[in-house]
Protein backbone atom coordinates (compact mmCIF):
# COMPACT_ATOMS: atom_id res chain seq x y z
CA UNK A 1 0.00 0.00 0.00
CA UNK A 2 1.26 3.50 -0.29
CA UNK A 3 2.26 6.01 1.99
CA UNK A 4 -0.29 8.87 2.25
CA UNK A 5 1.85 12.13 3.71
CA UNK A 6 1.18 15.21 4.56
CA UNK A 7 3.56 18.06 3.95
CA UNK A 8 3.43 21.09 6.12
CA UNK A 9 6.27 23.69 4.99
CA UNK A 10 6.79 27.19 6.81
CA UNK A 11 9.47 29.05 8.51
CA UNK A 12 8.14 27.67 11.61
CA UNK A 13 9.54 30.67 13.73
CA UNK A 14 7.99 29.61 16.32
CA UNK A 15 5.63 26.37 15.37
CA UNK A 16 2.40 26.91 17.02
CA UNK A 17 -0.89 25.19 18.18
CA UNK A 18 -2.75 26.26 14.58
CA UNK A 19 0.20 24.13 13.06
CA UNK A 20 -0.54 21.32 15.23
CA UNK A 21 -4.46 22.36 14.65
CA UNK A 22 -4.27 21.93 10.27
CA UNK A 23 -2.11 18.96 10.79
CA UNK A 24 -4.28 16.97 13.54
CA UNK A 25 -7.13 17.66 10.72
CA UNK A 26 -5.42 16.62 7.72
CA UNK A 27 -4.44 13.65 8.96
CA UNK A 28 -8.28 12.79 10.02
CA UNK A 29 -9.84 13.91 7.59
CA UNK A 30 -7.77 12.84 4.69
CA UNK A 31 -6.44 9.25 6.40
CA UNK A 32 -2.76 10.24 6.22
CA UNK A 33 0.11 8.28 7.39
CA UNK A 34 1.62 10.95 8.64
CA UNK A 35 2.40 14.35 8.87
CA UNK A 36 6.03 15.98 7.20
CA UNK A 37 6.91 19.20 9.45
CA UNK A 38 9.62 20.90 6.72
CA UNK A 39 11.22 24.07 8.22
CA UNK A 40 12.23 26.03 5.17
CA UNK A 41 15.41 26.48 5.13
CA UNK A 42 16.05 29.65 2.70
CA UNK A 43 12.71 30.93 1.61
CA UNK A 44 12.85 33.22 -0.82
CA UNK A 45 10.17 35.57 0.40
CA UNK A 46 11.34 36.34 3.47
CA UNK A 47 14.51 34.76 4.77
CA UNK A 48 16.04 38.15 5.90
CA UNK A 49 13.08 38.30 8.51
CA UNK A 50 14.11 34.99 10.30
CA UNK A 51 16.05 35.71 12.97
CA UNK A 52 16.41 32.24 14.14
CA UNK A 53 18.23 29.60 12.63
CA UNK A 54 17.04 26.62 10.47
CA UNK A 55 18.48 24.22 13.43
CA UNK A 56 16.45 26.36 16.11
CA UNK A 57 13.77 26.18 14.06
CA UNK A 58 14.22 22.83 13.80
CA UNK A 59 14.36 21.93 17.49
CA UNK A 60 11.25 24.06 17.68
CA UNK A 61 9.41 21.70 15.56
CA UNK A 62 10.84 18.47 17.29
CA UNK A 63 10.37 19.98 20.78
CA UNK A 64 6.53 20.74 19.69
CA UNK A 65 6.03 17.31 17.93
CA UNK A 66 7.25 14.86 20.98
CA UNK A 67 4.97 11.87 21.55
CA UNK A 68 2.79 12.25 18.56
CA UNK A 69 4.28 9.24 16.43
CA UNK A 70 2.75 10.34 12.96
CA UNK A 71 3.83 13.56 12.96
CA UNK A 72 7.71 14.02 12.26
CA UNK A 73 10.10 16.78 11.28
CA UNK A 74 12.31 16.77 7.79
CA UNK A 75 15.29 18.59 7.15
CA UNK A 76 14.97 17.86 3.39
CA UNK A 77 15.11 21.63 2.48
CA UNK A 78 18.73 22.14 3.96
CA UNK A 79 20.41 19.73 0.96
CA UNK A 80 18.24 21.62 -1.46
CA UNK A 81 19.91 24.74 -4.04
CA UNK A 82 18.98 27.75 -2.20
CA UNK A 83 16.49 29.85 -2.12
CA UNK A 84 13.61 26.74 -1.01
CA UNK A 85 11.19 26.73 -3.26
CA UNK A 86 8.09 24.51 -2.43
CA UNK A 87 8.15 22.88 -6.12
CA UNK A 88 11.90 21.89 -5.20
CA UNK A 89 10.92 20.30 -2.16
CA UNK A 90 7.95 18.39 -3.48
CA UNK A 91 10.13 16.72 -6.30
CA UNK A 92 12.81 16.19 -4.26
CA UNK A 93 10.29 14.49 -1.72
CA UNK A 94 9.20 12.28 -5.08
CA UNK A 95 12.34 10.94 -5.39
CA UNK A 96 12.93 10.26 -2.08
CA UNK A 97 9.86 8.20 -1.88
CA UNK A 98 8.40 7.57 -5.35
CA UNK A 99 5.30 5.17 -4.47
CA UNK A 100 4.55 7.72 -1.97
CA UNK A 101 1.25 10.03 -2.21
CA UNK A 102 1.53 13.66 -1.13
CA UNK A 103 -0.95 16.56 0.10
CA UNK A 104 0.33 19.47 0.43
CA UNK A 105 -1.09 21.75 3.43
CA UNK A 106 -1.79 25.71 3.35
CA UNK A 107 -3.81 28.33 4.83
CA UNK A 108 -6.25 30.48 2.68
CA UNK A 109 -3.85 33.20 2.63
CA UNK A 110 -0.95 31.02 0.99
CA UNK A 111 -4.08 30.10 -1.80
CA UNK A 112 -4.10 33.78 -2.54
CA UNK A 113 -0.53 34.43 -3.22
CA UNK A 114 0.19 30.76 -5.24
CA UNK A 115 0.20 32.07 -8.53
CA UNK A 116 3.16 34.26 -7.23
CA UNK A 117 5.55 31.12 -6.38
CA UNK A 118 7.97 29.38 -8.53
CA UNK A 119 6.13 26.94 -10.99
CA UNK A 120 2.92 26.73 -9.26
CA UNK A 121 1.79 25.05 -12.07
CA UNK A 122 3.85 21.93 -11.46
CA UNK A 123 2.19 21.97 -7.21
CA UNK A 124 -0.77 20.01 -8.33
CA UNK A 125 0.94 17.72 -10.13
CA UNK A 126 3.25 16.73 -7.63
CA UNK A 127 0.69 16.43 -4.44
CA UNK A 128 -2.90 17.31 -4.14
CA UNK A 129 -3.51 20.73 -2.96
CA UNK A 130 -5.17 20.59 0.93
CA UNK A 131 -6.38 24.29 2.15
CA UNK A 132 -7.03 25.40 5.98
CA UNK A 133 -8.96 28.59 6.20
CA UNK A 134 -7.37 31.42 7.81
CA UNK A 135 -9.15 34.23 9.78
CA UNK A 136 -9.31 37.06 7.68
CA UNK A 137 -8.93 35.36 4.32
CA UNK A 138 -12.35 34.01 2.78
CA UNK A 139 -12.62 31.01 0.96
CA UNK A 140 -11.80 32.11 -3.35
CA UNK A 141 -12.05 30.91 -6.54
CA UNK A 142 -8.53 28.84 -7.43
CA UNK A 143 -7.58 28.01 -10.78
CA UNK A 144 -5.54 24.97 -9.24
CA UNK A 145 -7.78 21.73 -7.90
CA UNK A 146 -7.79 21.85 -4.25
CA UNK A 147 -9.10 20.66 -1.64
CA UNK A 148 -10.85 22.11 1.47
CA UNK A 149 -10.06 20.85 5.04
CA UNK A 150 -12.89 21.20 7.75
CA UNK A 151 -11.48 23.28 10.84
CA UNK A 152 -11.68 25.79 13.34
CA UNK A 153 -10.80 28.97 12.43
CA UNK A 154 -6.74 29.69 14.45
CA UNK A 155 -6.02 32.99 14.37
CA UNK A 156 -2.59 32.94 15.56
CA UNK A 157 0.52 34.25 13.75
CA UNK A 158 4.03 33.67 14.11
CA UNK A 159 4.69 37.68 13.91
CA UNK A 160 2.42 38.41 16.81
CA UNK A 161 4.08 35.46 18.52
CA UNK A 162 7.42 36.89 18.37
CA UNK A 163 6.06 40.47 19.33
CA UNK A 164 4.45 39.33 22.74
CA UNK A 165 7.53 37.86 23.30
CA UNK A 166 9.10 41.00 23.10
CA UNK A 167 6.39 42.21 24.99
CA UNK A 168 7.07 40.28 27.88
CA UNK A 169 3.85 38.23 27.12
CA UNK A 170 2.45 35.01 27.94
CA UNK A 171 2.73 32.24 25.20
CA UNK A 172 0.59 30.10 27.11
CA UNK A 173 -2.40 27.85 25.04
CA UNK A 174 -0.69 29.46 21.83
CA UNK A 175 2.63 27.42 21.75
CA UNK A 176 3.10 24.13 22.78
CA UNK A 177 4.91 24.04 26.18
CA UNK A 178 7.98 22.64 25.25
CA UNK A 179 7.79 25.52 22.63
CA UNK A 180 7.61 27.73 25.29
CA UNK A 181 10.23 26.69 27.18
CA UNK A 182 12.77 26.42 23.71
CA UNK A 183 11.87 29.68 23.32
CA UNK A 184 12.77 30.88 27.19
CA UNK A 185 16.20 28.55 27.22
CA UNK A 186 17.58 30.07 23.73
CA UNK A 187 16.18 33.66 24.96
CA UNK A 188 14.80 34.12 21.35
CA UNK A 189 12.95 36.66 20.06
CA UNK A 190 13.64 39.17 22.57
CA UNK A 191 14.67 42.03 20.66
Known sequence: MNERLGILGGAFNP???????LAEQAHNQLQLDSV???P??????NHKSITTSFEQRCEMVEAALQGIDYFRVSRLEEKL??????VRL???????????????LMGSDSLRQLDSWYQPEKLSDLAQLVVAHR????????KYEIKWLDMPLIEISASDLRARVRHGRSLRFLV???VIAYIEDQQLYRF
Do not use: M, W
Open 135 to 142: PGHEECES
Open 81 to 86: EAPTYT
Open 90 to 104: LEALKVERPEASFSF
Open 15 to 21: IHNGHLI
Open 40 to 45: SFQPPE
Open 176 to 178: PDP
Open 36 to 38: LFV
